[in-house]
């Protein structure tokens, strides 16, 4: 039996992370004061869990209260995380300055590596956040030969 697929040229596919927590509520309002997001869609559950999608200038991601249950736990209850998140921004610094104002750790201050603006911060749910932006090689700003 053949599947069906859409030939639809407006789907896009996307890969966007869940980050699980241990209070989902106080994650989202971090997340709105550290980088500015934006609350999306949001499903409260009788037992007080939730699950939101929040925005920061157009790039999307999950949180999730942890759900032993369902194999899903957040950082602090795994001891820590596998996974980075990378926060591309015009400029870095000063998301990096309002993360650590609103209660994020500094791990590794902004500095230039390898081509890139690039500092990393822990949230206090233990998600790590590396927070940077490429800047062109100076090839790029050399007029052509």
Same mark, same amino acid.
């Given at each position: 039996?053949?599947?069906?697929?859409?030939?639809?040229?407006?789907?896009?596919?996307?890969?966007t992370?869940? !980050?699980s927590?241990?209070?989902?509520?106080? @994650?989202?309002?971090?997340?709105?004061? =550290?980088? /500015? &997001?934006? +609350?999306?869609?949001?499903?409260?559950?009788p037992?007080?869990?939730?699950?939101?999608?929040?925005?920061?200038?157009?790039?999307e991601?999950?949180?999730?209260?942890?759900?032993p249950?369902h194999?899903?736990?957040?950082p602090?209850s795994l001891g820590?995380?596998?996974?980075?998140? !990378?926060?591309?921004?015009?400029?870095?610094? @000063?998301?990096?300055?309002?993360?650590? =104002?609103? /209660? &994020?750790? +500094?791990?590794?201050?902004?500095?230039?590596?390898?081509?890139?603006?690039?500092g990393?911060?822990?949230?206090?749910?233990g998600?790590?956040?590396?927070?940077?932006?490429?800047?062109?090689?100076p090839?790029?700003?050399?007029?052509?030969?």
């Amino acid at each position: 039996m053949q599947s069906k697929q859409s030939s639809s040229t407006d789907f896009r596919t996307l890969v966007t992370a869940t !980050l699980s927590v241990r209070n989902g509520a106080r @994650a989202i309002s971090f997340y709105k004061e =550290a980088f /500015g &997001a934006v +609350e999306l869609h949001r499903v409260d559950g009788p037992d007080g869990t939730i699950v939101a999608q929040l925005s920061v200038s157009g790039a999307e991601f999950w949180v999730a209260d942890e759900s032993p249950d369902h194999s899903n736990f957040s950082p602090e209850s795994l001891g820590g995380c596998s996974v980075r998140m !990378l926060l591309i921004a015009e400029d870095p610094d @000063a998301v990096c300055n309002r993360a650590v =104002a609103a /209660g &994020a750790t +500094e791990v590794v201050p902004c500095g230039e590596a390898h081509g890139w603006r690039l500092g990393r911060v822990l949230d206090p749910f233990g998600h790590h956040w590396e927070i940077g932006r490429c800047w062109p090689s100076p090839a790029a700003h050399s007029e052509p030969s």
